[in-house]
C-alpha cells in the first residue's frame, strides 16, 4: 500500500446548502458553465463526476434498480445467486416461440 495520498479539495456550503467547485476539480472533469455533475454514492462515499449528455442518460427508473442492484453487491454479496437451473429453464419456457426483433422501437403500452 502507497503512503501517497490522492488529492483532496474542500468546498464550503452556502446557508442554501449551495458550493462552488474547486478550479482543480473542474479541470480534472473538463467541466463549463452550465454543465451538469452527477453525485454517485458508493458504499458509503461519494464520487463527483461529469453528468452525461440527456441522450446518453439512462432511464431513471432503471438507474434506481441498477442502484439497488450496486448497494446489494456491495452490502449483501451473499445474496448474489447465479442465474440457471429451474431459473433458466422457467424464462425458456416463458419465451418459446416468441420473436423479437431487439432493433425495433418500443410501444407506449
Known sequence: MSDVQAPRFEATLTDKYQNTV????????HLGKRDKIAYVIRGGQVILEKAEAKD?????????FLGFLEREMVNNPQRLKPFGGETSRRAAELVDGMEVDLDAPLEDE
Not at 474547486?22 to 480534472?28: E, G, I, L, S
Not at 446518453?56 to 434506481?64: G, L, M, N, R
Open 22 to 29: 474547486p478550479a482543480a476539480v473542474r479541470k480534472a472533469l
Open 56 to 64: 446518453d442518460q439512462v432511464d431513471p427508473a432503471v438507474q434506481a
